[in-house]
């Protein structure tokens, strides 16, 4: 367990939804009782980002500097990765200065998965989505917006999208998480490897809903091609990732 007195380390996790968030949350959740770690919760439960909610996510960043291990999960109704990402930064350097580590990531995965789970999830008829704009190119942008509450103007800009790709320390992918396990037990100092398998607390009982998609809707050939050709920013966003170019050079 770290002392509230030793170099802050922080986790921050941003969570783009249908990315693997549940089992992510849950993880951080066991580093959390595992180390003795704060855990700070921004989602707000009407997803709507207020000036109220922008305030309260600054002026927990202006903190996290003052020791200790902390973890935290960023997800509906706060800025995305557009605005955030000075005070993020700022957040970043003051740590770096009271000489702890801010560690941020987030999880990503295949466009059409995404796609496929989220229409599956909210119960949207397929066809429509398919041809619905507002329906197009959400983990773009959700990466910088948030919510689709907070989508009006969007921004299309590869080279500005880059940018603010430099909050994170780490992408990771759905599709393989084992690399995201070991670097937040590494992370975090846990004495052993905590997985999902190895839960802390017990998994909550039958009658409590959970955020798991039951697959309905299965696209055919001719709608998964569509699905990828109507949401290029989330392909050139995944492709971006799985071929390292977001990285800044050292």
Not at 151 to 160: M, N, T, W
Request: hydrophobic content about 35%; some cysteine; overall charge neutral.
């Amino acid at each position: 367990m770290m002392s509230p007195d030793s170099p802050p380390r922080v986790i921050y996790f941003y969570h783009l939804p249908k990315c693997a968030g549940l089992y992510m949350n849950a993880l951080l959740c066991d580093i959390a009782i595992d180390r003795g770690a704060d855990y700070a919760h921004f989602r707000r439960m009407d997803n709507t980002r207020t000036r109220e909610s922008d305030r309260e996510l600054i002026r927990f960043l202006e903190t996290v500097h003052h020791g200790g291990l902390t973890i935290v999960y960023h997800h509906h109704g706060h800025m995305g990765m557009d605005e955030l990402f000075e005070p993020l930064a700022a957040a970043r350097e003051r740590v770096r200065q009271a000489g702890g580590t801010l560690y941020a990531f987030t999880c990503l995965r295949d466009p059409v998965s995404h796609f496929i789970s989220r229409v599956n999830f909210l119960g949207l008829d397929l066809n429509k989505a398919i041809r619905d704009e507002r329906t197009h190119n959400l983990l773009y942008k959700y990466y910088l917006y948030n919510h689709p509450a907070n989508h009006k103007e969007i921004r299309y800009d590869k080279e500005f999208f880059r940018s603010r790709l430099a909050a994170m320390d780490d992408i990771f992918f759905q599709e393989d998480l084992d690399p995201a396990i070991r670097t937040l037990n590494q992370q975090a100092g846990t004495d052993r490897l905590l997985t999902i398998d190895k839960r802390i607390k017990p998994p909550p009982p039958p009658s409590v809903s959970s955020n798991e998609t039951e697959y309905r809707v299965r696209p055919n050939d001719e709608q998964r091609r569509l699905i990828k050709e109507l949401n290029p920013w989330d392909q050139w966003f995944y492709a971006e990732v799985a071929g390292g170019n977001w990285r800044s050079p050292a």
